[in-house]
């Protein structure tokens, strides 16, 4: 069975720090590219990070440009983002997501179109 799997998220003051991980079971991430997105209460989702399948290009959204970092590591079939300077703003529903075909910057734009998605893992940021 496929699966993609989030953990990492809670309850953080503003500025503090936060590491997703999405662990893959049943298939191999070295052949996909990987995403997180968010989705926030009555907003629509929103790519926030892509790497490539070898890793060598990671895009990210604007809004967290520069205080998010995206990584993988393919031998433990796991990938990360590491959230810091985080924001009242950032509070959404995380997940991860893969695709076997499509590349980074289409899927920024249209997370519907990731082949495989996590359940999501809550992340709150307030004082």
């Known amino acids: 069975q496929l699966q993609l799997v989030e953990s990492g998220g809670g309850l953080v003051q503003p500025g503090r720090s936060l590491r997703l991980s999405c662990a893959a079971s049943g298939f191999t991430l070295d052949y996909f590219t990987v995403g997180w997105f968010r989705q926030a209460p009555g907003e629509e989702r929103e790519g926030v990070s892509c790497?490539?399948?070898?890793?060598?290009?990671?895009i990210y959204a604007d809004s967290v440009k520069g205080r998010f970092t995206m990584s993988r590591d393919n031998a433990r079939n796991t990938v990360y983002l590491q959230m810091d300077n985080l924001k009242p703003e950032d509070t959404a529903f995380y997940h991860c997501?893969?695709?076997?075909?499509?590349?980074?910057?289409?899927?920024?734009?249209?997370?519907?179109?990731?082949?495989?998605w996590g359940q999501g893992t809550q992340v709150t940021v307030s004082s």
């Open positions: 997501a893969a695709d076997n075909l499509l590349p980074c910057d289409y899927l920024m734009a249209s997370v519907n179109e990731y082949d495989y």
């Open positions: 790497i490539s399948k070898r890793g060598d290009s990671t």
